[in-house]
């Protein structure tokens, strides 16, 4: 399984099972939580959850954080972590618990997470398919911070497609994760307001920023399995989609 990661961001998969057995062995009650993102909105979710599971009475520790390989960047071509890979060595994360899979389906990596134990598994724009085999790990199932109100706008550019559209209010939507695109229970939503000088950047930070504090008030209710009861299917009738947006480099 080829990969080019910088020493720092090298999967030491024995030291993850080392480090996961060792909490397992301590008696910690928290429960195990995985956080999968890349950019910086995702960063932004994950540094969220890090506070809160600081404290005393959290319920709940991240566990590990899965994101994408380091890529080159800027004109030296150099290989950076993503931000969220940043983020988490910023902040004392242990490197030995960034996992950097080119697919969420290897064998290795899901061999590993498993290991990690998770209860559950949030994620925020990872922009890796999960094959059912991932999300049959966590027994509290894969929640998704999506910025739409769905089933409006699945896919990989909700915002970007949304005000395309003109639309005068979008919104977040937490929701199960399922093999369909963006298509499971919807556990909660909170809507936003869209004026006409806001751009996609600074939306899509707003959104993933009521996201992180929609996921702390629900995060109970996940863990204790009462959110899957009260989750919503969509509407599939309502359907829209938000694919990519390609950039036209030729003009």
């Given at each position: 399984m080829a990969?080019?990661?910088?020493?720092?961001?090298?999967?030491?998969?024995?030291?993850?099972?080392?480090?996961?057995?060792?909490?397992?062995?301590?008696?910690?009650?928290k429960k195990n939580i995985v956080f999968l993102g890349s950019p910086?909105?995702?960063?932004?979710?994950?540094?969220?959850?890090l506070a809160a599971s600081s404290s005393a009475d959290s319920a709940f520790q991240v566990a590990a954080v899965v994101t994408q390989p380091p890529a080159a960047k800027n004109r030296g071509r150099k290989l950076l972590p993503s931000a969220v890979a940043q983020l988490a060595l910023d902040r004392g994360f242990p490197s030995d618990l960034i996992f950097t899979p080119e697919r969420a389906g290897e064998e290795t990596?899901?061999?590993?997470?498993?290991?990690?134990?998770?209860?559950?598994?949030?994620?925020?724009?990872?922009?890796?398919i999960l094959p059912q085999r991932f999300l049959d790990i966590p027994p509290c199932g894969t929640v998704n911070i999506h910025p739409?109100?769905?089933?409006?706008?699945r896919g990989a550019a909700p915002v970007q497609r949304a005000l395309q559209d003109g639309v005068e209010e979008t919104g977040v939507s937490l929701a199960y994760t399922v093999r369909a695109l963006d298509a499971g229970p919807v556990i909660a939503c909170e809507r936003f307001s869209v004026d006409d000088c806001?751009?996609?950047?600074?939306?899509?930070a707003i959104l993933f920023n009521i996201g992180s504090k929609l996921l702390l008030d629900e995060l109970p209710s996940i863990l204790d399995?009462?959110?899957?009861?009260?989750?919503?299917?969509?509407?599939?009738?309502?359907?829209?989609?938000?694919?990519?947006?390609?950039?036209?480099?030729?003009?």
């Open positions: 990969r080019c990661s910088p020493p720092l961001l090298r999967r030491l998969f024995c030291c993850a099972a080392k480090s996961a057995s060792a909490t397992a062995a301590a008696g910690t009650k910086q909105v995702a960063a932004s979710v994950l540094d969220t959850l990596f899901l061999s590993d997470l498993k290991e990690v134990r998770p209860e559950l598994c949030i994620t925020a724009a990872y922009g890796n739409s109100l769905l089933p409006l706008y806001i751009k996609a950047p600074e939306l899509l399995g009462s959110a899957k009861q009260k989750a919503k299917p969509q509407d599939d009738s309502k359907v829209t989609l938000a694919p990519k947006v390609v950039m036209d480099r030729t003009s």
